[in-house]
């Protein structure tokens, strides 16, 4: 049960595009196609902005700038159009098999 | 949907702490249920998962044999009962609903453990 690993940090200018990536094994990203991807702004509990590589769920307000994909063991997450608001630091998770899941160690996207 | 954490506090090596989790707002006993932690300033940390009726859970390697996980649906309440605690379990403790196959749609907003002499 490794935490998946991301770049400590990421950042780009308003109105750029941000892609963060997350890599892990052949036992949890690159064995399923359940990778989340989460928003988390300081001092807020964490928001899902992707489920199952590349979906955006329902209801959550998620913007359709962003996005998901996945090759082999490594997911990864497109901001685009970067907003102010987009701020925040941002984790994967994965199934890792027997019901257990897996995040990743965080990315800090900064707009410049 | 409302997901309130309680039971959090200052603990000692070596005790325990039972943590609750209040769910209102959705019919509970059909979603799978999680507890992810994260220490001060650090990420998050999957510990453990739920299912719908009780008949399947799950842990992370590093409380495996020391938490139990465990919900009563006519309360609507998750738990997480914690012993031989170690300073490295201090952390905000988060409840989170089920969305696909992991923790997503809606979290509390953590109850914090602190583990120290």
């Known amino acids: 049960q490794s935490a998946l690993t991301q770049p400590p940090s990421a950042s780009g200018s308003p109105g750029q595009s941000v892609t963060i990536s997350c890599t892990g094994t052949s036992s949890d990203v690159g064995a399923y196609n359940y990778v989340s991807w989460y928003q988390q702004h300081p001092g807020r509990a964490p928001k899902i902005m992707i489920y199952?590589?590349?979906?955006?769920p329902s209801g959550m307000g998620v913007p359709d700038r962003f996005s998901g994909s996945k090759s082999g063991n490594t997911a990864s997450l497109t901001v685009s159009g970067l907003q102010a608001e987009d701020e925040a630091d941002y984790y994967c998770?994965?199934?890792?098999?027997?019901?257990?899941?897996?995040f990743g160690t965080g990315t800090k996207v900064t707009v410049l | 949907v409302q997901l309130v954490e309680s039971g959090g506090g200052l603990v000692q090596p070596g005790g325990s702490l039972r943590l609750s989790c209040a769910a209102s707002g959705f019919t509970f006993s059909t979603y799978w249920m999680y507890w992810v932690r994260q220490a001060p300033g650090k990420g998050l940390v999957w510990v453990s998962g739920i299912n719908s009726d009780e008949s399947s859970t799950a842990y992370a390697d590093s409380v495996k044999g020391r938490f139990t996980i465990s919900r009563d649906n006519a309360k609507s309440t998750l738990y997480l009962q914690m012993n031989r605690l170690r300073a490295e379990d201090t952390a905000l403790y988060y409840c989170?609903?089920?969305?696909?196959?992991?923790?997503?749609?809606?979290w509390g907003q953590g109850t914090l453990v602190t583990v120290s002499s």
């Open positions: 989170v609903r089920g969305y696909s196959t992991g923790p997503g749609g809606y």
């Open positions: 199952e590589v590349s979906k955006r």
């Open positions: 998770g994965s199934y890792a098999g027997s019901n257990t899941y897996v």
